[in-house]
């Protein structure tokens, strides 16, 4: 039986899933937290990596292994393979300004047309240019970027500081993979290549950027075995990969954040900025919409009405779809999709007939998928088409949200069961890397909600959105 690791390295922690290569059964796991914080010392993310691999049983009957991770953040390196200052997450939005800079220099729909996307604060690119405004000591040092996938397929390769790792600071090692390319905005999944004027733009200066390696080739071996070592992925693709999603799918995540990600055979250019115009793992495309209201919807509201998730759900259930005209948007953390940053949650169609602990409850599940649901039009509106919704996340087991969910989505909805999907999704590229075949590991479906779909909801919510 040979084996495959899939780690996924996210910004809460590091999961590492050791599964059979032909099967895909789950043999062992490990976990490991990671530091909190918007910026963190990339080398606590390599203890807590092999940490996870030490708690998942070891890498010594492993065949393959392959990392995804969080995109977008900064690892600046300098010529000695250092790290120069702590890596810059995906969530740190100090680099919001620097964003809207290069975005007024530039211009949205070239950066668009340039990369399929226009930047915002947790853009690589962003991050970049702040760190050139901001601490121009620290820029000039920049000899090579890395992202944090990047960097720890590079360590697991045995590459690293002068004087701490085997094969020493090589910073032309570095590799990446199409889908955590294309979130730094300098990278053009429909090319496939490096926008290195944009990049230079950003930094101020030319420096190694990772090579891009195609789904399957290999990015080397773990230092000292002969374990092949993949590519690796973004979180979202590594993600897609676990879930089987293929054309005609779109997963709708309800996390903190929710995600819409839809995989399609064309690139995807949207000079507004609202679909990220990404690429995916499989060598097809992941054009994808971040919310920031998501699950926190459904804590806000719960603990108006002093009940859990569970009981949320079922006092939603006893008031009718469309809750008799209450309405939720949900933007307690100003939203992102649509770019509303300083917007508030409001409450419409309040009357004696509305204003029910059911109704509130169910305008909760409702403005939240909503919420979601413009994100599917965006996707809509690049030209993708959707044959069914995979809805994953926390708040995606929840039954109530299960049914409202099929009557808020045209399309079919389909809820698998929670699992490790990024991990399970870095385990397939493992194991295609190693066979040179992508095997198929369907997950197992929790629900399949009868479509129901009612106009009602999405009629009224857009009345008042707009």
């Not at 810059?88 to 007024?104: E, F, G, I, K, M």
Request: charged share 20%; glycine share 12%; net charge negative.
């Amino acid at each position: 039986m040979a084996l495959v690791a899939g780690v996924d390295s996210s910004t809460q922690n590091c999961k590492v899933v050791i599964r059979d290569a032909d099967t895909g059964n789950l043999v062992r796991s490990g976990k490991a937290a990671h530091p909190p914080g918007t910026e963190v010392d990339p080398a606590r993310w390599w203890e807590a990596l092999r940490a996870a691999v030490a708690r998942a049983g070891g890498l010594d009957e492993v065949a393959a292994i392959a990392i995804a991770g969080q995109q977008h953040g900064l690892i600046p390196l300098d010529g000695d393979g250092r790290v120069i200052r702590p890596a810059l997450l995906w969530n740190d939005t100090r680099s919001a300004a620097a964003a809207r800079d290069l975005v007024s220099e530039v211009g949205a729909e070239t950066y668009a047309r340039r990369t399929g996307s226009v930047p915002v604060a947790s853009f690589t690119a962003a991050k970049l240019r702040w760190l050139r405004d901001t601490e121009p000591h620290n820029a000039a040092q920049v000899a090579a970027v890395a992202l944090p996938h990047d960097w720890l397929t590079w360590r697991l390769r045995g590459y690293g500081p002068a004087g701490s790792s085997a094969l020493g600071p090589d910073l032309g090692a570095l590799v990446t993979d199409r889908s955590d390319a294309s979130g730094t905005a300098y990278w053009d999944p429909a090319t496939g290549q490096y926008d290195l004027e944009l990049f230079e733009r950003a930094l101020g200066h030319a420096a190694v950027v990772p090579r891009v390696l195609g789904p399957s080739e290999r990015a080397g071996t773990v230092s000292g075995t002969s374990a092949v070592v993949g590519a690796g992925a973004g979180d979202n693709a590594g993600a897609a990969l676990g879930l089987g999603a293929a054309r005609g799918d779109v997963v709708v995540s309800i996390g903190t954040s929710g995600t819409v990600f839809a995989v399609t055979d064309h690139p995807t250019r949207d000079e507004t900025g609202t679909v990220a115009g990404f690429a995916d793992a499989s060598g097809l495309y992941l054009p994808l919409v971040a919310t920031l209201n998501a699950a926190r919807v459904l804590d806000a509201v719960a603990g108006i009405l002093d009940v859990d998730h569970g009981e949320l759900g079922e006092l939603a259930l006893e008031a009718p779809p469309g809750a008799h005209g209450l309405v939720l948007q949900p933007y307690f953390e100003g939203e992102r999709t649509p770019n509303l940053p300083d917007a508030t949650a409001t409450l419409f169609g309040l009357t004696l007939g509305s204003a029910t602990r059911p109704g509130l409850a169910r305008a909760a599940i409702e403005g939240m998928l909503c919420g979601l649901a413009d994100g599917l039009e965006a996707v809509h509106r690049q030209g993708v088409e959707t044959g069914r919704i995979l809805l994953i996340g926390g708040a995606a087991q929840n039954a109530a949200v299960q049914q409202i969910a099929a009557q808020t989505f045209e399309p079919p909805v389909v809820v698998p069961r929670p699992g490790e999907y990024v991990a399970d999704g870095a385990a397939i590229q493992a194991a295609w890397t190693l066979t040179g075949t992508r095997p198929h590991w369907p997950p197992s479906i929790a629900a399949e909600p009868a479509p129901d779909y009612r106009p009602i909801i999405r009629k009224q919510y857009t009345r008042y959105a707009r």
